[in-house]
């Protein structure tokens, strides 16, 4: 070989030896990219999360539930409490294997394996870290049988809870309303920033109404757990803060007698102080028990509230619209006044009928009343003399004094759905059915019927007016409200929203009609609204429920009982010096003097003669109650 060929192949070897390490330093190169990228994701990109679920094996997060404000009436009675409840969770993450768990758990909470998976599955997107409520409200039976078999039973814990507690079952129900646990709509709304899934929030009545005040703010706490998950120790604290107290405007004693005086018929009563808008008492009957939406219900109990004709779940109060019937003669007189198409010393002659046209309005006296000017017909409720002041008012002057009553629209009460009532035009009808306004309407209009609605609410705010002198309140529930260390944040106080259009000469006249309905000598209420201890003035109303036309002679009792007319009575006492003002209304109690006004008649009694230290209702007032805890 020559010595050319031995330096080319010497140099060819050292060629190929450098190949072979830049190959493999290219390798090396590319290995540590990749393990410096894999790095930089998991330190960088993706270390909160793992820094997070290695915390977890060790450190937890657990809520503290606020305690919800209590409920008071104005007297400080506790309506509404805060009870303990033991409720089961389960953690998944610490709960492998999860299909023994569930098993063993089941067998704990007498549910099958099957329903337990199905709550979990309908709590999607919860943290395996968080826990999943499966049962609430446990006996102590089961929650000493999970203790016992803790160890058994990774992941499941039981917690106690705060659960709402109505003292008065069923008592205040569609007042104070009640709670029931958030939907994920409602999540979803940002009304509720600080409530999750499984809370529970107020859904009807006062504890919807004042939900920013009674929820307080949930707190936390930070614990050491085991690999079970266990809590081995708490490393610290964040005390949760408590909801705002609340004292209502009713007095709960006079609250039961209004539920009392109407058990057993559907109807509503609303008693309010004429010279402040504060609602004394607000009863609708039938009526439910709240616990049953905190602490759950059956199908069963669903069916039967929903399936129930005289509807328990609506508040008559506030939601339910009837024709006003002869309450409405208020405002016909107190137009017909004003406006000049009667005064004083008007009279009309009442033959038991009129008519208009080729039609015949009958009065409910078929007799007639004779000669009735505006306080006999008020006292009697002349159907005859308020036709003819109806027909000269026309449809919508009536409305323009309705409306400027109140009537027609929502009084602005703290409470939910309330209902408007309806005061219809002539506009108003050609709009809705494309038909002008008849005359013969008006007629109907003018006494309570037709087309007019308006809600039980409606109808006392009214009624206070004119006891008080023409000022109208808004009707409020609120009283006070209160932190846990007894500072007031709110105190109730008077609003006033409206003044009845007429002078006070006209509404002394249509007073006066009030005092002789119950006190006159044939006053349509003299024999069952009357006390001898104290003057009452009121109005009754019978609203018909269908069309008599051409059946004029029916007599009531031939009539089936759910079509008999709507019974109502408005009231207020004293007469001189008015401190409350009541609206009553039974439906198809068939006559306002004979259903409704007892029942006014009796509150009154309950409210301003029965009070002493040992009766029905405290002698302390709102306005002096001592609020200190």
């Not at 709509?185 to 920033?193: C, N, P, Q």
């Not at 109060?317 to 198409?341: D, H, N, R, V, W």
Request: aromatic share 8%; hydrophobic share 40%.
């Amino acid at each position: 070989m020559t010595a050319a060929l031995e330096k080319y192949l010497k140099t060819a070897d050292h060629d190929w030896y450098k190949q072979r390490l830049l190959g493999v330093m290219v390798c090396a190169l590319a290995a540590f990219v990749v393990l410096f990228v894999r790095l930089i994701y998991l330190q960088v990109i993706m270390g909160d999360e793992y820094r997070r679920l290695s915390l977890n094996n060790r450190i937890r997060l657990q809520d503290i539930e606020a305690p919800r404000g209590l409920i008071h009436d104005r007297n400080g009675d506790l309506l509404v409490d805060n009870r303990p409840s033991f409720d089961v969770s389960i953690i998944l993450k610490d709960a492998a294997p999860l299909d023994q768990t569930i098993a063993k758990l089941s067998r704990h909470l007498d549910m099958t394996s099957e329903d337990l998976f199905a709550k979990i599955k309908r709590t999607k997107g919860v943290s395996s870290y968080q826990p999943i409520v499966v049962k609430q409200d446990i006996g102590r039976d089961v929650l000493a049988a999970i203790e016992v078999h803790r160890f058994d039973l990774p992941g499941v814990d039981v917690n106690v809870r705060l659960r709402r507690h109505y003292l008065n079952e069923q008592s205040s129900a569609h007042l104070i309303g009640y709670l029931s646990e958030i939907s994920s709509d409602e999540l979803k709304s940002g009304k509720y920033e600080e409530r999750r899934g499984g809370d529970f929030i107020g859904k009807f009545g006062a504890e919807k109404a004042f939900e920013n005040y009674l929820q307080g703010k949930r707190g936390g706490r930070q614990v050491e757990v085991n690999a079970n998950g266990q809590v081995v120790r708490i490393l610290k604290t964040v005390a949760a803060t408590p909801g705002q107290d609340i004292y209502m405007t009713i007095d709960q004693a006079l609250q039961k007698k209004a539920e009392a005086l109407l058990e057993g018929q559907a109807g509503a009563l609303v008693a309010m102080e004429p010279t402040s808008g504060r609602i004394l008492a607000l009863a609708s009957s039938p009526s439910f028990d709240q616990n049953i939406f905190v602490n759950g219900m059956s199908y069963k109990q669903w069916d039967a509230l929903i399936g129930n004709p005289y509807r328990p779940l609506e508040n008559k109060a506030i939601q339910a619209e009837y024709p006003p019937g002869s309450t409405y003669k208020i405002i016909t007189a107190l137009a017909g006044l004003q406006e000049g198409i009667i005064d004083a010393d008007t009279v009309f002659h009442c033959p038991g009928h009129y008519r208009l046209g080729n039609r015949v309005f009958r009065c409910w006296k078929r007799g007639g009343h004779g000669k009735v000017h505006i306080i006999k017909a008020i006292a009697e409720s002349c159907d005859v003399f308020f036709y003819q002041v109806g027909r000269e008012l026309g449809v919508d002057r009536l409305a323009w004094y309705a409306k400027a009553a109140g009537l027609g629209a929502r009084t602005g009460i703290n409470l939910d759905r309330e209902a408007p009532g309806l005061i219809p035009t002539a506009a108003w009808k050609k709009q809705r059915t494309g038909v002008p306004w008849q005359e013969g309407e008006t007629l109907s209009i003018a006494i309570g019927q037709g087309f007019n609605l308006a809600t039980p609410l409606q109808m006392a705010v009214l009624t206070a007016a004119v006891a008080n002198g023409g000022v109208r309140y808004s009707p409020q529930i609120l009283q006070n409200i209160v932190t846990a260390d007894g500072q007031i944040l709110y105190s109730f106080k008077p609003q006033v929203v409206g003044k009845l259009p007429v002078s006070k000469a006209n509404l002394e006249l249509v007073r006066k009609g009030l005092w002789e309905v119950v006190n006159g000598k044939r006053g349509t209420a003299r024999q069952t609204a009357s006390l001898e201890e104290i003057d009452i003035s009121g109005k009754t109303g019978t609203a018909q429920v269908f069309s008599r036309k051409g059946q004029e002679s029916m007599k009531e009792e031939e009539i089936e009982d759910h079509l008999k007319s709507h019974a109502w009575f408005v009231a207020y006492a004293p007469s001189a010096h008015p401190k409350i003002a009541v609206t009553v209304i039974v439906e198809h109690g068939a006559h306002g003097s004979t259903a409704a006004a007892p029942v006014a008649r009796e509150l009154i009694k309950a409210y301003l003669i029965d009070r002493g230290p040992d009766g029905l209702l405290k002698a302390q007032s709102a306005d002096s109650l001592s609020l200190t805890q």
